[in-house]
């Protein structure tokens, strides 16, 4: 199992869990964590301050986590 599972009193958030699996998921929580506080104003119908290059690198970045977690999971999105 993973570190996160071992854990008897695992963190409650997601990116606190993510960043125990190990070092590339680290990687990945502290970069995707950056974006929490808009996500939470935008789900919270608050206003946000991002711009549409800031939106676009954003969802890069979300498509390179989603891509890579895919992979080693060795799960495709591609139709059969």
Known sequence: GSPVAKRKRKPRGAW????????????????????????S????????????EGLDEFLGKVRNFHDEVEQGLGWSTEAA
């Open 16 to 39: 606190q869990q993510l960043r125990l699996v190990n070092a590339q998921s680290a990687m990945w929580a502290e970069e995707l964590s950056k974006y929490s506080q808009i996500r």
């Open 41 to 52: 104003r935008a789900a919270s119908g608050l206003e946000i301050d991002l711009s549409t």
